[in-house]
Every structure is written in C-alpha cells, then in structure tokens.
C-alpha cells in the first residue's frame, strides 16, 4: 500500500498533468478557430474525414446593471420585461435550521434532501521544508 507521501506525490504530478493538457487543449482550440471560425450563436459542423468532424458553438452572454434595466423597462408589458424573479434554496439558512433548529427541520425535511458532496482535495509544497 502507498504511503500518504507517495500518493501526495501521484496527486501533484497528477494535477501538473492535468494543468498542462488544460493548456495545450485550450491553445489547440484557438488554432482550431482560427481555422473554422464559430458563429456568433448557434452550433456549426465541420466534416474532416470519412469519421471525423469538428463542431463549434457560439454563444453570446448578456451581463446588465439589473437595477437600471428595471428602471428603464418599467412601463413595458410584463411579458416584454426582460428581467424574472428566481426563487431558490438559502443554503446557509438551510445549515442553520439543519443545526440550531432541530424542531423546524422535522417540519421541512420531507422536501429535501441532503448528501455529501465531492471532497475537495488540495496539498501545497512549500519551500524551505
């Protein structure tokens, strides 16, 4: 069985790897552009063999200041109103109730459910050790 050093030493490795074939995929990918140029939105095929094609999808992002935008679109129709309302968890209240309220989470637990997510794993060398 590894030691924890010899695995600490696989996972660095491991994760240099991963960074480098990040990179070397992300340049690949600008060349690749350069030579079949995406649409501004919208998915485009390429065939470069018998087995082989190239699909690039283009997508545009809008980012808006939500307070202006309201401002500005207040007299529109509701349904031309380019802003919606998105109800979703408060995972820090959840917690608390989870914790500090035990009764008034018997009362809502029905509706959710809970499970571990992935662990986070990090080792850090440093200098000098």
Do not use: C
Request: charged letters at 30%; zero cysteines.
């Amino acid at each position: 069985m590894p030691t924890i050093q010899e695995l600490a030493a696989t996972w660095l490795q491991a994760k240099a790897d991963e960074t480098a074939a990040n990179a070397r995929r992300l340049e690949t990918e600008e060349e690749i552009l350069k030579l079949l140029p995406a649409k501004e939105e919208g998915k485009t095929t390429t065939p470069i063999s018998n087995t082989t094609r190239i699909s690039t999808t283009g997508k545009i992002t809008f980012k808006s200041d939500v307070a202006a935008l309201q401002a500005l679109t207040m007299s529109w129709p509701e349904a031309m109103r380019p802003l919606k309302t998105k109800i979703e968890q408060d995972e820090p209240v959840l917690r608390q109730i989870r914790t500090e309220r035990p009764d008034l989470w018997r009362h809502i637990a029905s509706a959710i459910t809970v499970k571990p997510a992935k662990v986070y794993i990090q080792i850090e060398v440093q200098d000098g050790f």
